[in-house]
């Protein structure tokens, strides 16, 4: 078990890491956040929003502060699986003028992996990216190559309704740990943001962490304790959203094709206890559970036609599905 200087020195770290990145983005607390609670936690981000709300500017703020390599693919409706993981070139060899083939590494061989609009590329390219959100590994013929840790990918996609788009297939949207919706800036943080545009404020992120010092972070959330009732809580959410289960929320029988995977609930438990640990404490409670539900979960419910019909949507169902799962716990 952690001492409470542990506990401190780790949530200090992560404050330096915000005030850092304060220094480019402006407002999407919510956001960054996420994007840090999936990077200890060892997963992976769906960002969804329109273009131009700084996706892209936090990822590469964050693999400078953090002093991690960083890349991004853009996606596109002509971009192959072998421009995203690599390929075998004939490499000319300096002695002799023999020919040997050589793998050459693709832009997913970082740490931090933006994949900008994914969903304007054809599923079979998006694919290219499940063995290594998952695995993290990528094979080129019968040889295996291992990632770099940490490793995260973070997707941006433009909401389906817009032209273009592909939707993601749910077996890919089930590898990433959270889908975070970026919304437009309040009235305040849009007139920050006019303010350091005319004033050409040129601000610089320093790095405050690298490695050595996120694998020293991750280690003190794993030592995060999980009471079994909030362990149940988890538990009970995730089933709440499979309308097969008895648990299943009414709404959720009546308008959920499929619910959530275990997944959902590892994740609910491994992004709780990173929130848990970021404010200051060695213990997760059902409050973390709750906060980081709707990222977690969202992606996860794929709904029918009737909820189409009527309007309803994940971010309804989870509402309803969270309100339900609260109370029976308050009184039990």
């Known amino acids: 078990m952690g001492t409470q200087a542990t506990l401190q020195a780790a949530v200090d770290r992560l404050n330096t890491v915000r005030r850092e990145i304060a220094k480019i983005i402006v ?3 919510d956001v960054v ?6 990077l200890l936690a060892g997963g992976h981000v769906l960002l969804e929003g329109v273009p131009g709300l700084g996706k892209t ?15 991004r693919i853009q996606f596109t409706p002509d971009l192959m699986p072998a421009d995203i993981v690599g390929s075998m070139i004939i490499d000319t060899e300096e002695r002799g003028g023999g020919k040997a083939l050589r793998f050459q590494p693709g832009p997913i061989f970082a740490n931090l992996v933006l994949a900008d609009e994914i969903n304007r590329a054809t599923p079979k390219t ?7 959100m998952q695995e993290r590994t990528v094979t080129s013929g019968t040889t295996t190559h291992t990632l770099e840790m940490p490793f995260l990918v973070m997707a941006t996609q433009n909401p389906i309704e817009m032209e273009g788009t592909y939707p993601l297939p749910e077996a890919q949207l089930d590898r990433f740990l959270m889908k975070i919706l970026v919304t437009y800036p309040s009235r305040d943080e849009l007139s920050r943001i006019v303010e350091r545009t ?11 962490m690298d490695r050595d010092a996120i694998a020293q972070v991750r280690s003190v959330c794993r030592e995060v304790l999980v009471a079994p009732h909030v362990q149940d809580f988890a538990i009970e959410l995730v089933m709440s959203t499979q309308p097969d289960q008895p648990e299943a929320h009414e709404l959720t029988r009546k308008y959920v094709r499929y619910g959530s995977s275990p997944r959902g609930a590892q994740a609910l ?17 059902t409050e973390d559970i709750v906060h980081v539900a709707p990222a977690v979960l969202r992606h996860r419910i794929i709904l029918n036609f009737d909820a189409h019909a009527d309007g309803q949507t994940p971010e309804t169902i989870l509402q309803a599905v969270i309100k339900g799962v609260t109370a029976k716990a308050s009184v039990a």
């Not at 998006?126 to 290594?132: D, K, V």
């Not at 438990?269 to 409670?285: D, N, P």
């Open 27 to 29: 407002g999407q607390d």
């Open 33 to 38: 956040d996420g994007v840090l609670i999936c």
């Open 57 to 71: 500017t936090l990822l590469r703020t964050l693999a400078r502060t953090m002093q991690l390599k960083y890349s």
């Open 126 to 132: 998006q694919s290219a990216l499940l063995e290594a």
């Open 198 to 208: 005319i004033q050409r404020e040129e601000q610089v992120p320093v790095p405050v």
């Open 269 to 285: 438990v491994e992004c709780g206890r990173v929130l848990a640990l970021t404010r200051g404490r060695f213990h997760l409670s």
